[in-house]
């Protein structure tokens, strides 16, 4: 499976969602309650991927890593950030060494 292809066809269903009924759809929901929900959200599973990583299973990395995964794909297309932008932005840092790229915006 090609996981670029599953994560645009998520990021899809959650743009056609965002507009939907908040009784019936979960993206529809975060979408009414607004940004900083979905932000807060993203925090709340971020946390739960690293309490997964340090003592749970690697099936709980796997669960919280998807919903982390989920999560900023609705709070990145409430700011109107693309999937493809930021796939752009990391092609451009690959084959770049973390330390020189982190330093290069620390300029």
């Keep these: 499976m090609d996981e670029t292809t599953l994560l645009s066809r998520l ?10 009924d908040p009784d019936a759809s979960y993206v529809a929901r975060l979408n009414a309650k607004g940004r900083g929900k979905m ?10 991927v690293v309490i997964a990583a340090l003592t749970g299973s690697p099936e709980a990395l796997v669960g919280e890593a998807a ?6 794909l609705v ?3 409430d700011c109107g950030v693309s999937l493809a932008q930021v796939t752009a932005e990391l092609e451009r840092r690959e084959g770049t060494s973390g330390i020189a790229e982190k330093a290069s915006r620390s300029s």
């Design 67 to 72: 919903d982390l995964l989920f999560h900023l």
């Design 75 to 77: 709070l990145m297309g």
């Design 39 to 48: 932000a807060q959200k993203v925090g709340e599973e971020a946390t739960e």
């Design 11 to 20: 990021e899809a269903t959650i743009a056609a969602r965002r507009a939907g």
